[in-house]
């Protein structure tokens, strides 16, 4: 027998209770895990060299006004500035209400892919597309979640603006770690659709360096500054988590909900470690008197209740990790959440969390039982 | 008599304070030789606990000294108080104390455990021990699976096993039928003759006494002379 054993001999000894334990602190990590991946899906879009190289730029009020299309001209001749495209959010209904959880952008089909190099499409349905003005580029995903194949005609109803866009899928784009529920059509046939108004919901810009993209945001504001339309230009991770922001403080929600389930977590797991210790003082008494000292008896104690936390923690954590791997959760959320990648850092988090947990409920039962004499702790069931 | 090997000056120890004071010894001397197996008896509260307690490192005094072999345990740290009586004392209890979740071997092995040896020298005292106690064919048994008789060799041979200086025994035979009883005084008896063990037990029992070479009565924490009157 070897120390680790007799640890191990312990934590067995009430198999019930140690399932009952491990079981919940799996699931309170596996639902920790899901939230704080959900809140590190908001607050960490994917940050590629790319990504780096993109900047947008909006109406200065907010993301619901327009600007004037004519911006286009200026932003491109400007130095640094590699592509430039108009991007509007359509925001269409297709067929109902209830399915169409998906967004619809026109786009300058020369360029959107250009700006965007992590949508991969093949060459020809690019060509295709780019050719047809009523054409248009859907994601993967949709795609399949829909049954539509490459020539079939779609119409959207338009909701936010006065005109119904009948598009001919000519293509469809993939990639690694990107929504692909997105629809891609032409702002020239957006344009001819709205009666050539000229206006544009904002521009995506692709710099030629990370270096000028500084320099570059604050040229393009500075030169639509005191016009009807003021700008504001930001990098494309100040964006999205500008529509993180629009959805109230979710990270004080996540936040909160994530502090109760791990103090909650604590409680059980201390209570069930300071019940198994209180069970065996007179166990303890013995060791200490056959020679243990204090911190070889402190060393059990933690021993037992980190091996407790940390098998619920991998459970729920690599649990959370594994079952959102191979779960289609595009299909599951009926085409509400795109991707729910548990990435390693959400993973490190949830362990940090069972490590805390294990050391944390172990110190009253440690701190008891150091405290009480031998004598004490043979008197304690005698 | 030998060189003592357990030397108890004026010791006192008190439970509570102020209105609710418990003297639970009051002035003890006494000698134990190295070799010596010697009773401790006394009715229920009178002190002869504690004091074995006290030889045993288990127990601090509130005054006086217990010197072991040259050391005054009561003035060694915590820590060190724990190794003391990891090398020096083997402590057999009136419930056995077996861990439940461990087999007599090893239960017999933990105090094992906290020294430098390997398995195979762990395996070697462990049989040994066993063997000692006559229960090298129950090595594999859980505590559940022995008589009560048979526990408690199995807390001999733990108390054993790490070759101490005293073996000190508290009730040993108070849950215990009078057969199992009569074998582990036996087993205390010719530990103490053939292998020269220090033993001191604790008991009210004057048949348990009996097998002891010296008792000692203790009342009201008071030490007794031979002929029951108090020692001045």
């Known amino acids: ?340 990648p548990v990435t390693a850092d959400v993973v490190a988090l949830g362990l940090l969390v069972a490590l805390g947990l294990g050391v944390a409920s172990s110190i009253v039962p440690a701190r008891s039982t150091i405290k009480a004499t031998v004598v004490e702790g043979l008197m304690e069931l005698d | 008599m030998q060189e003592p090997i357990v030397q108890i000056r004026d010791l006192t120890k008190v439970y509570g304070h102020g209105e609710i004071e418990v003297k639970a010894l009051d002035c003890v001397n006494l000698d134990i030789a190295a070799g010596e197996f010697l009773a401790l008896m006394g009715p229920s509260g009178s002190g002869k606990s504690t004091l074995l307690h006290i030889i045993a490192g288990i127990d601090r005094p509130t005054g006086g000294r217990c010197i072991v072999q040259g050391t005054n345990v009561a003035e060694l740290s915590e820590t060190d108080l724990a190794d003391w009586r990891n090398t020096h004392v083997g402590f057999v209890f009136q419930t056995f104390n077996l861990i439940p979740v461990l087999t007599a071997f090893e239960n017999v092995e933990l105090p094992l455990l906290l020294t430098s040896l390997n398995s195979t020298e762990r395996r070697v005292h462990v049989e040994a021990a066993l063997e000692l106690v006559g229960l090298a064919d129950r090595m594999k048994h859980l505590p559940r699976q022995l008589s009560g008789g048979q526990e408690q060799r199995a807390a001999i041979a733990r108390a054993l096993v790490m070759d101490p200086t005293l073996l000190v025994a508290d009730e040993p035979t108070g849950n215990l039928d009078a057969h199992a009883a009569t074998d582990v005084l036996a087993l205390l008896q010719r530990l103490n003759q053939e292998a020269g063990k220090t033993v001191i037990i604790v008991t009210h029992d004057p048949k348990a006494a009996a097998y002891a070479r010296r008792t000692a009565h203790l009342e009201k924490g008071e030490m007794l002379n031979g002929d029951g009157s108090k020692r001045l």
């Open chain 1, 1 to 340: 027998m070897t120390i680790p054993g007799f640890i191990v001999r312990n934590a067995l000894r009430n198999k019930r209770r140690l399932i009952l334990t491990v079981l919940s602190v799996a699931l309170s990590l596996f639902l920790f895990t899901t939230l704080q991946t959900a809140l590190h899906l908001m607050t960490h879009p994917p940050t590629t060299e790319e990504a780096a190289l993109r900047i947008a730029t909006r109406h200065r009020v907010s993301l619901a006004n327009v600007l004037p299309a004519k911006y286009q001209f200026r932003i491109e001749r400007m130095p640094g500035v590699r592509y430039c495209s108009k991007f509007t959010y359509f925001g269409g209904i297709y067929k109902d209400q209830s399915q169409s959880n998906f967004a619809q952008f026109a786009v300058d089909a020369d360029r959107i892919f250009r700006i965007f190099s992590e949508m991969v499409v093949s060459p020809r349905e690019e060509e295709e597309f780019r050719k047809e003005k009523t054409a248009c580029i859907v994601g993967a995903k949709l795609l399949e979640r829909f049954g539509w194949k490459v020539g079939d005609k779609i119409t959207f109803q338009g909701t936010i603006w006065g005109c119904d866009p009948e598009l001919t899928i000519r293509g469809t784009y993939r990639g690694q770690g990107i929504d692909e529920t997105l629809v891609f059509f032409h702002h020239d046939y957006f344009d001819e659709l709205m009666g050539d108004r000229g206006l544009v919901g904002a521009f995506w810009i692709k710099a030629g360096s990370a270096e000028v993209v500084p320099g570059l945001i604050e040229r393009i504001d500075a030169a639509f500054r005191n016009t009807d339309a003021e700008t504001k230009t930001e990098t494309e991770r100040a964006f999205q988590l500008e529509f993180v922001s629009m959805l109230g403080n979710v990270k004080l929600f996540i936040g909160s909900i994530s502090t109760v389930i791990v103090f909650t977590m604590l409680l059980v797991t201390a209570s069930t470690m300071s019940m198994a210790i209180r069970e065996r003082s007179r166990e303890m008494a013995i060791l200490k008197a056959i020679g243990f000292n204090a911190s070889e008896i402190a060393g059990l104690i933690l021993a037992e209740s980190f091996g407790q936390a940390m098998t619920g923690g991998l459970l729920g954590c690599l649990g959370a990790k594994l079952l959102f791997a191979h779960l289609d959760i595009y299909k599951l959320s009926g085409g509400n959440i795109p991707m729910f």
